[in-house]
């Protein structure tokens, strides 16, 4: 992943639009971002991980707020980034969510967060996505990592530059997994695991089945089985076991079907027995039933002869019983009618006003209802009139009074807008003023500051002269011991020269000095002599001890020379006087900031009041305007009001005919109509009722002379007897003759049947018959339930030995199957143990997946130890180790520290801030080492280091840019973030951000 165009705008400390071209910058290979603390340098990486992850590392991501409070409300916050992946050139641009004023209205709404990610192609940029969702899926695809890897591998942020070296295994091998791509191997673990598992489920579940089938075997016998050997479970004990079944089986099959049919010719005979002594009682029962009819029928002849007179009187009143009902039902119809016309005259009366001179209704003429019901709307819309204009003069009175309080107000405003004007400009011309005397503020702050860093160079200068001459006289002290053991061990080595010789001398053996085979006098071998190893350990080490001595000789010349330096360019400068210079300057300069800030607040703030005494003029003028009118419409009001109220009229005839006087209010108008519209409608209703009161007694007497008409041609002397007759239950009593006449002929019908003439021939005793039946019914029940019984066990011992057959046949069908099986379920277990690492053939007792992880891991360790080594100066490793660190469950991925000095290991949270650091970078740098000559997974072209190189002296500084430095070669992009002096004397390649109070700025050097 390589970025290319980074684009800031509205986010953090950069109100404005700002470009970061990464190519340009990246041009050498490596890049400084510098800029005072503060200015926002951290924030460009913070925009690039928010562009790709919609997050930002640390605490900077938990608060939250992104917006920057330098830009102008209309300003948007967005960030957008242009980045390639493997030949591919992507753009992504994305805004959080944040307040902002709305588009209409006041106030403000929150924008919601939006992305948008687009490919460059060759007919140009191609969206991809706008969702939050599938964005952030297609760039982690295409990136290979989260955002916790991206801040571990590519962008190092500030507190958790060292994240990954003090990393626990566990997180280490989530990240080695993603970036080495070896989730194939877990996956090969769990199919193989999955099959192991499938082979111990299957070999389990056949040796269930042949327990299940000898222990159906013993059911299907009908007898207990002899054991099974002690191989039991075997399939040639199975087979052996399952034919003793099958044949068991089949015998007690055979048995069963013999007494099932004995059973049935018993049962079938005794039936027959039965049914025939039960059709005997069956008949005796129904004669029985014959005679009992007869005896009832005969009894209830006197009630059959009363039943019938009376249904004769029931048919006869039917159809005179409507012609009573309809002469009754015109009664009521006439005087209902009657009772409504006298309701209807009571409320023509109470509707009529008091003192109304007509007496009874037919005096209400139409004519004269309606000329009263005219009178009284022409009055109602006079008064109606008088009432709105009234109700206009009282308005334009109120309006009147507003127009003039609001001209007051009005003239207020423009005397109190002059007054804040002018306070205004004031304040903006002192401000002004102030500037003026406070311009070369900044210019002298810087003056004074950098005289400040001459002085801190020069103790610092001094210290380090102090420190290098301290390490050169130990250097020196150290040569020359080194130098003096030398010496001494070349002596001693002399000195033993003919000991040695004398040593190696044999007897009859020539010296080898002097040519002599006799020896008299050998010389003796001092006890403390030293070896020529010694000596050249020795030398190594003299040698070593020279060097350093050079070395701090080199180094203490520089020291001089830089302290000398340092001396010449603070020389005349006078600390305390500096120091009150200082504060005074800097007092100025946050004055002169303070001021700066604080004009464009000022500007607006004149121009807003300039603007609001424009509008209050404004409207002065325009309620001036408008209080002239409306004190011209209260006049035109108030001359309409007394026009209307000059009218006078004499009270209409119609009214005084019917005792009303002519109202004086509006109210009493519409009361005066909606009584007159209640009289009318009652004199109609009054009206009607009488016409219906005629009608309703000329059909009373019709009805009348029809009922008595009708009564004189029937059997019924008067209307009572015709009521009587009426009430009896016609329907009841021709139901009751109908069903009388069904049970005559039924009666004669039984006694011609068959069973009834059987019946009466039958001579047996009732008791001896019902004895013989239960006899019989017995008898057969019992040779059925035999017969049951013995057919349900001739069908489970058939069911059973076709079973047995049925698993022999099977059992021998599967033996050659069974056994192919078993051979590859103990291959696939045995391959599972081995992957897994549970196998006693794997030595680590490691998984493919940790195995593999393992080997890289320790590949990486050497890679950063060897960048570790040339920052060290030689003095740390890195080192990779099996063993579990404390608290950890995952061993393989453990890493120390090596101390050549001391070659003692330890945990790499024991290093310094300086030495962390180069750790963690090597460790860094060797992991992207590793990726790229693996090309196994994402490739790291782009390292961002963000500060830490503060912690390092300037050596180790030196050391580090070194490694850094080449880096280059291998086309990767190194992007530094710090404030360090050294680091600006050192890259060319820079990127300053800058503060000011409008916002932070970005240019390139």
């Known amino acids: 992943m390589r970025p290319h165009l980074l684009e800031i705008e509205g986010f953090g400390p950069f109100a404005d639009l700002q470009t970061i071209d990464f190519d340009a910058a990246g041009t050498d290979g490596i890049f400084l971002i510098a800029g005072p603390t503060g200015a926002g340098k951290t924030t460009i990486l913070d925009a690039l991980c928010f562009a790709l992850y919609n997050t ?4 900077r991501g938990a608060a939250k707020e992104l917006r920057s409070t330098h830009a102008a409300p209309t300003v948007p916050t967005r960030v957008r980034l242009e980045f390639s992946v493997d030949g591919r050139r992507f753009g992504v641009e994305r805004s959080p969510q944040y307040e902002r004023p709305r588009r209409r209205g006041t106030g403000t709404t929150t924008q919601p967060h939006r992305v948008a990610l687009s490919e460059l192609r060759a007919d140009g940029w191609a969206g991809i996505g706008r969702t939050a969702q599938e964005v952030q899926s297609f760039l982690q695809e295409a990136i290979g990592l989260s955002a916790a890897q991206f801040t571990k591998l590519i962008l190092l942020p500030q507190g958790e530059f060292s994240a990954f070296l003090h990393a626990d295994p566990g997180e280490r091998e989530a990240i080695l997994t993603r970036l080495f791509s070896t989730e194939h191997l877990a996956e090969v673990e769990r199919v193989l695991a999955d099959r192991a598992a499938e082979a111990r489920r299957g070999s389990q579940s056949a040796e269930e089945r042949r327990r299940f089938r000898m222990e159906q075997a013993s059911q299907a016998a009908w007898e207990a089985l002899p054991a099974p050997s002690a191989g039991g479970t075997e399939l040639d004990d199975l087979l052996a076991h399952l034919g003793l079944a099958r044949t068991l089986a089949q015998e007690a099959a055979e048995v069963c079907a013999h007494t099932a049919a004995l059973a049935q010719e018993f049962a079938e005979a005794h039936a027959g027995a039965a049914a025939a002594l039960r059709d005997r009682t069956t008949d005796r029962t129904a004669l029985r039933e014959l005679e009992a009819a007869l005896s009832a029928w005969e009894a209830g002849r006197e009630a059959r002869e009363e039943a019938g007179s009376r249904l004769t009187l029931a048919r006869a009143a039917a159809p005179l019983l409507r ?43 139409p004519a004269l209802l309606a000329q009263a019901r005219t009178a009284a709307e022409e009055i109602r819309n006079r008064l109606d009139r008088l009432a709105q204009l009234r109700a206009e003069r009282a ?55 950098a005289r400040r860093r001459a002085l801190e160079a020069r103790t610092r200068a001094a210290a380090e002269e102090a420190q290098a001459a301290e390490a050169c006289a130990a250097a020196a002290r150290e040569a020359e011991a080194a130098a003096l053991e030398l010496a001494r061990l070349r002596r001693a080595l002399r000195e033993s020269l003919a000991g040695r010789l004398a040593a190696d001398l044999g007897e009859e053996e020539p010296c080898p000095v002097c040519g002599s085979c006799a020896h008299p006098s050998p010389a003796p071998l001092p006890e403390a002599a030293p070896d020529p190893e010694e000596e050249e350990a020795a030398a190594a080490a003299e040698r070593r001890a020279a060097e350093s001595l050079a070395a701090a000789r080199e180094r203490l010349e520089v020291a001089r020379r830089t302290h000398s330096t340092a001396q010449r360019e603070a020389a005349g400068i006078d600390p305390a006087r500096l120091e009150d210079d200082l504060r005074t300057a800097q007092e100025r300069a946050e004055e002169r900031t303070r001021l700066l800030a604080a004009r464009p607040a000022l500007r607006e703030r004149c121009a807003r009041l300039e603007a609001a005494l424009d509008a209050h003029r404004q409207a002065l003028a325009e309620a001036e305007a408008r209080a002239a009118a409306a004190a011209t419409e209260h006049a035109r009001t108030e001359a309409r009001v007394s026009e209307a109220s000059g009218e006078d009229r004499e009270p209409p005839a119609a009214l005084t005919a019917l005792g009303v006087s002519a109202p004086a209010q509006a109210d009493e108008a519409a009361g005066l109509l909606r009584t007159l519209e209640e009289i009318e409608r009652h004199r109609q209703e009054w009206s009607a009722a009488a016409k219906s009161v005629d009608g309703a007694a000329r059909t009373l007497a019709l009805r009348r002379r029809d009922l008595s008409e009708a009564l004189g041609a029937s059997p019924f002397a008067s209307e009572e007897e015709l009521l009587a007759a009426a009430r009896l239950p016609l329907a009841e009593l021709e139901a009751a003759a109908e069903q009388e006449a069904r049970q005559a002929a039924r009666l004669t019908a039984q006694g011609d049947d068959p069973q009834i003439v059987r019946a009466r021939g039958d001579t047996a005793s009732e008791t001896g018959l019902a004895q013989a039946l239960d006899r019989a019914e017995e008898l057969a029940e019992r040779w059925r339930a035999r017969r049951t019984e013995a057919q349900h066990r001739h069908a489970i011992a058939a069911d059973r030995a076709e079973q047995a057959a049925a698993e022999v046949r099977s059992a021998q069908a599967e033996q050659v199957r069974e056994e192919a099986q078993l051979r590859e379920w103990l291959r696939d277990t045995d391959l599972a143990a081995l992957v897994q690492g549970t196998s006693r053939e794997a030595a680590q007792r490691m998984s493919l997946s940790s195995y593999a992880l393992v080997a890289i891991f320790a590949e990486v360790a050497a890679q950063a130890s060897h960048r ?32 050549t000095f001391t070659d003692q290991e330890r945990d790499p949270r024991t290093l310094s801030g300086g030495e962390s ?59 530094i973030i710090s404030h360090v002096s050294e680091m600006r004397q050192t890259l060319p390649t820079r990127l300053v951000v800058r503060p000011g109070p409008a916002g932070s700025s970005i240019s390139a050097e």
């Open 56 to 59: 930002v590392p640390g605490a």
């Open 323 to 365: 012609l009573h009902d309809e002469a009754e039902e015109a009664r009521g119809q006439e005087e209902a009618r009657a009772a409504e016309l006298r309701q209807a005259h009571e409320r023509l009366v109470r509707a009529l006003p008091e003192g109304c001179p007509l007496s009874s209704p037919e005096e209400l003429v």
């Open 395 to 449: 308005s334009a009175a109120d309006a009147a009074e507003r127009a003039e309080s609001a001209l007051a107000e009005a003239r207020t405003a423009v005397e109190a807008g002059q007054e804040a004007q002018s306070a205004a400009a004031s304040e903006e011309r002192a401000a002004l003023d102030r500037l003026e005397t406070l311009a070369d503020a900044a210019v002298v702050l810087e003056d004074l500051r």
């Open 868 to 899: 570790l080594l040339a920052m060290t100066a030689g003095r740390y490793r890195l080192v990779h180790t099996l063993r579990h660190g404390a608290r950890e469950r995952r061993a393989g991925l453990g890493l120390r520290v090596v101390d």
């Open 917 to 975: 650091f180069m750790a963690a970078l090597a460790l860094a740098l060797g992991l992207a080492d590793t990726v790229r000559a693996t090309s196994a997974g994402t490739e790291l072209q782009t390292l961002f280091l963000d500060e830490g190189f503060g912690t390092l002296d300037p050596d180790s500084l030196a050391d580090v840019l070194a490694v850094l430095d080449g880096l280059r070669t291998g086309g990767r992009t190194i992007g």
